[in-house]
């Protein structure tokens, strides 16, 4: 049986290239979205299921889920694609921007994967692709409290006129397994030539 991967955010961009991808090397493949019926091309493809899934609606992401596993039998990836951005200086950024972009780009990456690891703990595993300083799942929420803020981190370290305290969060990638870059400790940021 061909293997499937569950897609989310992939009405179009990276998503649907991902989904598309997915589809031409011979997988199954569970291409969700908020609307579906927006997908007619995808949806026409074979071994391709257009679902419903709203990352920041939990009910969503079980009912995406579960017409996976009733469709294609068995689940073995997640690409975790959905989010947006709102693009600004930083400060500028008003708090309920924030607060949305988080919902959907953090606590969604969250919501599907709590909705997909127990299929995979079941079938004897887990998905290479969740992103762990340890690696255990014990420590996850740790781990996403103090990953969460490298990025922000990372903007003010490049930007040296923005005069910003360096992060102590690590932010270097290290691959374990096949094709699992998680997480390790702190990378020195690039060098930048003096012009």
Same mark, same amino acid.
């Given at each position: 049986?061909?293997?499937?991967?569950?897609?989310?955010?992939?009405?179009?961009?990276?998503?649907?290239?991902?989904?598309?991808?997915?589809?031409?090397?011979?997988?199954?493949?569970?291409?969700?979205?908020?609307?579906?019926?927006?997908?007619?091309?995808?949806?026409?493809?074979?071994?391709?299921?257009?679902?419903?899934?709203?990352?920041?609606?939990?009910?969503?992401?079980?009912?995406?889920?579960?017409?996976?596993?009733?469709?294609?039998?068995?689940?073995?990836?997640?690409?975790?694609?959905?989010?947006?951005?709102?693009?600004?200086?930083?400060?500028?950024?008003?708090?309920?921007?924030?607060?949305?972009?988080?919902?959907?780009?953090?606590?969604?990456?969250?919501?599907?994967?709590? +909705?997909?690891?127990?299929?995979?703990?079941?079938?004897?595993? +887990?998905?290479?692709?969740?992103?762990?300083?340890?690696?255990?799942?014990?420590?996850?929420?740790?781990?996403?409290?103090?990953? +969460?803020?490298?990025?922000?981190?990372?903007?003010?370290?490049?930007?040296?006129?923005?005069?910003?305290?360096?992060?102590?969060?690590?932010?270097?990638?290290?691959?374990?397994?096949?094709?699992?870059?998680?997480?390790?400790?702190?990378?020195?940021?690039?060098?930048?030539?003096?012009?």
């Amino acid at each position: 049986m061909a293997p499937t991967v569950l897609i989310t955010g992939a009405s179009s961009g990276i998503g649907k290239a991902t989904a598309l991808h997915f589809q031409q090397k011979g997988w199954q493949v569970a291409a969700t979205m908020r609307q579906p019926e927006r997908a007619q091309d995808l949806a026409a493809l074979p071994n391709v299921r257009c679902l419903a899934l709203d990352v920041g609606d939990r009910p969503s992401i079980e009912r995406a889920v579960q017409e996976t596993l009733a469709t294609f039998g068995d689940l073995d990836a997640v690409v975790n694609n959905a989010g947006f951005a709102v693009i600004g200086p930083f400060e500028a950024a008003s708090e309920e921007d924030l607060q949305r972009q988080f919902d959907t780009n953090v606590y969604g990456v969250v919501r599907v994967m709590q +909705a997909v690891l127990p299929h995979f703990r079941d079938r004897g595993g +887990a998905p290479s692709s969740t992103c762990l300083r340890w690696g255990d799942g014990w420590h996850s929420r740790c781990t996403a409290c103090t990953t +969460a803020p490298s990025g922000p981190s990372k903007v003010c370290r490049s930007r040296p006129s923005l005069n910003c305290v360096p992060s102590t969060f690590g932010s270097g990638w290290s691959n374990r397994g096949p094709s699992a870059p998680t997480f390790t400790g702190d990378r020195k940021p690039p060098c930048k030539k003096k012009v």
